[in-house]
């Protein structure tokens, strides 16, 4: 089976613009969370997503938001963004419905400039 | 507030080696740690993980060995080779809203020297 992937892979971005990034789970998973992962604050939880239902959702503003399609693939939008935003994007899937093994893609590097 | 506790931030050791990681979580509703493998560039890549009705649990090289009454975790890397060199992430978790969110420690970077 083919892994998590992630796209775009880099992204460079102007402070006040907005992203959206794709994931792809591995077929048959249906749950899909996302992380953010900096070198100050390590990974943290943004939401997560199961049957395209947000069931979970990390402490994060309302500038980040997500979405979950029919086919199970993901995007997040981050609006207007800050440079604090600068981070590794992570998604990852699971295949149980209470979705406690996790399986990360690549992640998605975005740099505001 | 940090739930969970990492430490150290970094480790050198020489190869054959027995790194060792240390968590602590403080909510005591946790109920599945896992550890996660990151290389550069990489996302973290799943290890193991242990639930909390047994003590210990090795997979190859790897051991948990799991202390619930003192709420700590640790990752012992036996044999250790120049590959295991990575970041190594423990992370805690119980059912939140149908589902298990792990909330991560700051991480280990571990480097093992020929």
């Known amino acids: 089976k083919a892994g998590v992937t992630q796209t775009p892979r880099y992204l460079i971005k102007t402070r006040g613009q907005q992203v959206t990034l794709s994931c792809s789970p591995i077929s048959g998973h249906r749950s899909v969370s996302w992380y953010q992962q900096t070198p100050g604050q390590g990974l943290q939880f943004l939401f997560e997503?199961?049957?395209?239902?947000?069931?979970n959702k990390g402490n994060f503003p309302g500038r980040f938001s997500g979405r979950q399609f029919s086919n199970s693939r993901s995007e997040m939008n981050v609006s207007t963004l800050e440079l604090g935003d600068s981070a590794l994007y992570l998604c990852?899937?699971?295949?149980?419905?209470?979705?406690?093994?996790?399986?990360f893609g690549p992640g998605t590097r975005l740099t505001v400039t | 507030q940090q739930q969970v506790k990492q430490s150290p931030q970094s480790l050198i050791v020489q190869k054959g080696g027995i790194p060792i990681i240390n968590c602590a979580y403080e909510?005591?509703?946790?109920?599945?740690f896992p550890w996660y493998q990151q290389f550069p560039g990489k996302g973290p890549a799943l290890l193991i993980a242990?639930?909390?009705?047994?003590s210990e649990k090795k997979e190859g090289r790897f051991t948990i060995s799991f202390n619930k009454s003192a709420k700590q975790f640790s990752l012992h890397i036996m044999d250790s080779q120049p590959g295991d060199s990575a970041t190594y992430f423990c992370?805690?978790?119980?059912?939140?809203?149908?589902?298990?969110?792990?909330?991560f420690g700051r991480g280990t970077s571990l480097i093992v020297h020929p």
């Open positions: 990852a899937s699971s295949t149980t419905s209470a979705g406690y093994e996790q399986y």
């Open positions: 997503y199961f049957s395209e239902t947000q069931r």
């Open positions: 992370a805690a978790s119980g059912r939140t809203g149908g589902s298990y969110i792990p909330t």
């Open positions: 242990i639930r909390p009705d047994v």
């Open positions: 909510n005591t509703a946790f109920d599945y």
